[in-house]
């Protein structure tokens, strides 16, 4: 292992493996805190924190001779291996555990992210230093082209093994077979350093303390999987909830759930769902036919309450994930029948069609991520472009309710484009759940009733004084493409 080459293609390949496991760890956060800014942040953070552990400690066993070194090359990154395999373990075990005790979101993703990925960034940290000394001490010429090498199959690992998780691992082995792959990886060039440090005696030992490893892949392999289906965007979940009098399934995407359907289509079992269906056909009871674009699909509950009640309307979708229409269809009773469905951002799908639509439905927030591009001045002026006279806009906002600045500011956001922008919520709100879902409706007309009331629940507009109070009693932002703050607004649990 002592030419230039051999540890020019050793570093790249655990470079690589730790990318992978970076990219993993938000994947794998998902189905327990969401996925979010607040995610990616303190993945990044924490697995930058071990990697620079790592090289501090590999610097500082650099210093020993080359055998020396290489030896505890091997064992870190069996460590690697077997803290890389465990931590679906570490994960499942500490995440119920961290979530009871930090209500506050952006805490539990910081502690979790610590928990279960600062070790293998820590033990796969440890070799850089290390191999970079041994090509260097062996260059009798070229020392700095030697560090150059290394420090170049560094950066190269890395993005190949950041493009190998998004465009290939994830995808086809999903997040635990992807650890599993890097845990072998790192066990694999763990051997092979003790080989080239001790000979047979080397294999011996390090093939005995791979066990350790492998047997945590295959349990890993074993467990069972919390998604239903893993996406390329998401852990996709299915559970089924026969405790009510109708048979109910909740679609949960990563760790929020999306929808709630039944057999029965024109039966809505959320208030946000049952005022996304009859809000627009209240707005639209004079039309004969109309056309309808839904950002985002879900359980499909919408369009097929709408084709169970023979609405005269023409539904296009734009889900940007061609697995969550499937599973609507698989276990949500949906039938697309004439409905155009758009794998595509909504958007890109607006922006890049021209036609025009008399109600566009936005369906983005979820906990505390939000697409923070279908929430802008700019995004509403193009909605506003792709409706007909007399169209409307309607969205829904989740916000906590000891604060509204999330509403107040998407309002303020919305009045920058439309002349008339109403607030509708579910009067039987439970008092005691601190976030509470609300209707947008925006257009060029205010809606002339008030109160909706059917089957599957009420709907009443807040009064205009009293929006424009909670616009007035806030600091609302308006949100653009260049500034839009919405994690901090909907992480921040301050008292407002």
């Known amino acids: ?59 500082r066993l650099a210093e020993r001779p080359p055998e020396a070194a290489l030896r505890a090359n091997g064992w870190a990154l069996l460590a690697a291996a077997a803290t890389t395999a465990g931590a679906v373990f570490a994960l499942r075990a500490a995440a119920p555990a961290v979530i009871a005790a930090l209500p506050n979101p952006v805490g539990a993703i910081v502690v979790l992210s610590a928990l279960v990925f600062f070790l293998p960034s820590f033990f796969a940290g440890i070799p850089a230093p290390i191999l970079s000394m041994i090509a260097v ?19 190269w690992g890395a993005i190949l093994g950041t493009l190998a998780a998004g465009f290939v691992f994830i995808s086809w082995l999903g997040s ?47 467990r069972p999987d919390p998604c239903t289906v893993e996406s390329d965007y998401f852990c996709i979940r299915v559970i089924e909830d026969d405790s ?33 269906d009859a809000l627009p056909r209240m707005r639209m009871q004079d039309r004969a036919d109309w056309r309808a674009f839904l950002i985002g699909g879900g359980t499909y509950s919408v369009p097929r309450a709408w084709h169970a009640g023979h609405v005269p309307v023409a539904v296009t979708v734009a889900e940007l994930d061609p697995a969550v229409t499937e599973a609507a269809r698989d276990w949500f009773w949906y039938e697309p029948g004439t409905d155009r469905i758009l794998n595509a951002d909504a ?22 991520a939000v697409p923070q591009h279908l929430i802008t001045r700019e995004f509403f002026a193009l909605v506003r472009d792709r409706l007909t006279p007399g169209g409307v806009y309607l969205m829904n906002v989740i916000d906590h309710m000891d ?63 009293s929006v424009q109070a909670i616009v007035d009693g806030r600091d609302p932002v308006i949100f653009t493409d260049d500034y839009a703050p919405i994690d901090r607004l909907l992480g921040d649990r301050g008292e407002g």
Not at 245 to 257: F, G, I, K, Q, S
Not at 356 to 365: E, Q, S
Not at 459 to 465: K, W
């Open 137 to 155: 001490a062996g260059a009798s010429s070229g020392k700095g082209r030697a560090l150059g090498a290394m420090f170049a199959a560094g950066a």
């Open 403 to 465: 604060r509204l600045q999330v509403l107040a500011s998407v309002v303020a956001t919305a009045r920058t484009v439309w002349p008339s922008v109403e607030v509708w919520t579910d009067p039987n709100h439970d008092p005691a759940e601190t976030r509470r879902v609300f209707i947008l409706v925006a257009g060029e007309t205010p809606s002339a009733r008030t109160r909706i009331t059917n089957a599957s629940g009420d709907a009443i507009r807040i009064a205009a004084d």
């Open 244 to 276: 009510g009098p109708e048979l109910a399934r909740l679609m949960v995407l990563d760790h929020l759930v999306h929808g709630i359907a039944s057999p029965d289509p024109a039966l809505l079992l959320t208030s946000h769902a049952m005022m996304l």
């Open 1 to 59: 292992m002592h030419r230039l080459w051999v540890l020019v293609a050793v570093q790249a390949a655990i470079a690589a493996a730790s990318l992978v496991v970076e990219i993993v760890a938000g994947r794998m956060l998902a189905p327990y805190v969401g996925m979010s800014l607040y995610t990616w942040t303190s993945v990044i953070a924490v697995v930058l924190a071990g990697f620079s552990a790592g090289h501090w400690l590999g610097g």
């Open 176 to 222: 635990v077979g992807t650890l599993v792959t890097v845990a072998a990886v790192y066990a694999g060039l763990g051997v092979a350093s003790l080989v080239s440090a001790g000979g047979l005696r080397g294999l011996g030992q390090g093939a005995l303390v791979a066990l350790g490893p492998l047997v945590l892949s295959l349990g890993a392999l074993t």
């Open 347 to 368: 958007r890109q799908a607006l922006a890049s069609d021209p036609a025009r639509y008399d109600v566009i439905l936005g369906d983005a927030f979820g906990d505390i």
